[in-house]
């Protein structure tokens, strides 16, 4: 092959087109990275910066008896850019991988424009040529020309759920005396704030909630609420109970303040920036309009005056149907040079999207220079995503997040009290064992 040959195309600077570009440029592979930003923005976008976090400032726990944490454990051994970048600007938040939102995605813009065999394109891509390596990692926010070529490509119109974004307080505007700092069972250092609620209260407030006016949708085909990012309201109309044992779970909170864990639902909040003067709602992603989320959500007593630097918005996410489109390796059964990475492909979450850019860039660059592709090991984190995505066995598509129930179990029983944490953390063992072993290169 020409040195031409070895170029690759990657579409999208979030979290896996840089992941992907930053792989293959450090194997001396040229790149060539479109970004729509500032040219063009989706409504949930607000940073011109790369890798950009639009719905949460969390990377999931950090913990490898977790199936997220196994998954991030599994990328800072393969070298991942964003990890790396994750773990430069992280704040606090218990066990959790949260990170400073600005700082993150300054870091990660810095370290791409910085490359010298990364070329910056900011240009909305409305056309792919499948005899073009190209990597396609638009995220979940593909433009609308983007999405018309993918629907070429693919032979494809089902091509779009929809996700929803929570609003952000400031931390000086919540009434402390109504709120308390701890962890759920005392796990990790209390980072989170959590903002109890009577059953009067938690009744006014869900009947507000479930009565709220939403913002209007743009017209599309079809309405698909994801269940990994359901708006608050849409999960309150599923039962008065329904957020009770979802976002607003009360069980293992203890207020220090009264030594009692007796709040009948408990919002709680997340440090955002490493400041520490923006907090997060954890779980609030929402479609209500504006002046009706100031409303409602200044119901909970602690957010009474509470200053909302940024309402929740609600945005088309877009996905593929890749059991039939790709195979274990991200890449297009029909187009081998084409490759797809991120949200787009199935994997939700961002450290899940982060994974799929990895093994798309290692894999761009083993096809380039005619080598076998990484073979997914079930046993692993990265390669039980990877085979789910492209499991042809699956009728019924869905995104997913990771979990231990897509990774091999172990083949042994394991009795006795915390059998199950001793069981994932023999499952870790084993994978990360497995992830030392790969030659990447």
């Known amino acids: 092959m020409s040195a031409k040959d ?16 930053w792989q293959l440029a450090q194997r001396g592979i040229s790149v060539t990275l479109y970004e729509m930003k500032p040219i063009k923005r989706s409504p949930a976008h607000h940073s011109d910066n790369f890798a950009e976090l639009v719905c949460s400032n969390s990377l999931k726990t950090d913990a490898v008896t977790n199936a997220a944490g196994l998954l991030k454990e599994e ?38 424009t910085a490359h010298p065999l990364i070329d910056i394109v900011h240009e909305d891509v409305d056309d792919i040529n499948p005899d073009t390596n190209t990597i396609i990692a638009t995220g979940p926010l593909t433009s609308d020309g983007l999405a018309d070529a993918i629907k070429r490509l693919t032979g494809t ?43 009067e209260q938690y009744d006014l407030f869900y009947t507000e909630l479930i009565n709220a006016e939403t913002a209007p ?23 008065e109970n329904t957020l009770l044992f979802g976002p607003l779970k009360p069980v293992g909170l203890v207020n220090p303040k009264t030594g009692a864990d007796d709040a009948y639902a408990v919002v709680q909040l997340r440090k955002d920036n490493a400041a520490g003067d923006l907090y997060n709602m954890v779980g609030f992603q929402t479609n209500l309009k ?33 059991p039939k489109l790709l195979n274990c390796h991200y890449q297009m059964l029909s187009c081998p040079k084409v490759f797809f990475a991120g949200q787009i492909t199935g994997v939700e979450g961002y450290v899940e999207s982060v ?40 009728t019924d598509f869905q ?27 023999l499952i870790a063992e084993r994978a990360l064992d497995i992830i030392d072993n790969i030659q990447i290169s």
């Not at 949708?217 to 039962?239: D, I, S």
């Open 157 to 199: 119109d089902d091509l779009y759920f929809y996700d929803a974004a929570a609003p952000l307080v400031s931390f000086d505007s919540i009434d402390k005396d109504n709120a308390f700092f701890a962890s759920r069972y005392g796990k990790g250092t209390p980072d989170y704030l959590n903002c109890p609620m009577t059953k």
């Open 355 to 394: 994974s799929s850019g990895l093994m798309a860039g290692l894999n761009m660059y083993r096809y380039i220079k005619q080598q076998p592709l990484i073979q997914p090991d079930p046993k692993t984190a990265i390669g039980a995503l990877a085979l789910y995505i492209s499991n042809p066995s699956v």
């Open 6 to 21: 070895d170029s690759v195309k990657v579409i999208g600077a979030g979290l896996a087109g840089c992941e992907a570009a």
């Open 290 to 322: 504006w002046p009706e989320q100031k409303r409602v959500f200044s119901m909970i007593p602690a957010l009474k005056n509470a200053d909302f630097v940024r309402y929740g918005v609600m945005h088309r996410n877009s996905f593929i149907n890749s």
């Open 75 to 112: 990328m800072r051994r393969l070298n991942s850019l964003i990890m790396q970048c994750a773990d430069a600007t992280k704040v606090p938040a218990g066990q959790s991988l949260a990170v400073d939102r600005e700082a993150f995605s300054q870091t990660v813009t810095d370290k791409i």
């Open 399 to 425: 995104p997913m997040g990771m979990n231990f129930g897509i990774i091999e179990g172990w083949p042994e029983r394991i009795k006795g009290k915390g059998a199950k944490t001793e069981k994932y953390r």
């Open 217 to 239: 949708l743009k017209t599309f085909e079809h309405q698909k609420v994801f269940e990994g990012c359901m708006p608050v309201e849409v999960m309150a109309k599923r039962g």
